[in-house]
């Protein structure tokens, strides 16, 4: 299984960026992936996950942590092969590495729930 995660880079607060993760080599229909960010001196956290028991993300369930609710929103293609994270209103605190991570099973903000990781994206927010 790998993720690969793209998209972030320098934005002024206020701005918007997209991240990306292209997910290859699960085969598994019960399947989430989350977005994970961790910030210098603090500890990962999770920003937002998407779920999906059936092939067609007709009842995906999405979770987002209260701090990006309204400003954040996760999708995903239909195949599950690539889920997005549209961050706006985006804000100096935002400032971290960004995660993707896939899970066998439902949608879940827990770390230590998820089996597989990107190797991140900066993304920087000014002030």
């Known amino acids: 299984v790998q993720l690969v995660e793209s998209g972030g880079g320098f934005v002024q607060a206020g701005g918007s960026l997209r991240l990306s993760c292209s997910i290859s080599?699960?085969?598994?229909?019960?399947?989430?992936i989350g977005w994970f960010r961790q910030a210098p001196g603090k500890e990962r956290e999770g920003v937002s996950s998407?779920?999906?028991?059936?092939?067609?993300?007709?009842?995906?369930?999405?979770y987002y942590a209260d701090s990006v609710k309204g400003r954040f929103a996760i999708s995903s293609d239909r195949d599950m092969n690539k889920v997005y994270l549209q961050m706006n209103s985006l804000k100096p605190e935002d400032t971290a590495v960004y995660y993707c991570?896939?899970?066998?099973?439902?949608?879940?903000?827990?770390?230590?729930?998820?089996?597989?990781w990107g190797q991140g994206t900066q993304v920087t927010v000014s002030s």
């Open positions: 991570a896939l899970r066998r099973g439902g949608a879940t903000m827990t770390i230590w729930h998820y089996d597989y």
């Open positions: 998407i779920g999906s028991s059936d092939d067609s993300l007709d009842y995906a369930d999405k």
């Open positions: 080599g699960f085969i598994f229909d019960n399947r989430a």
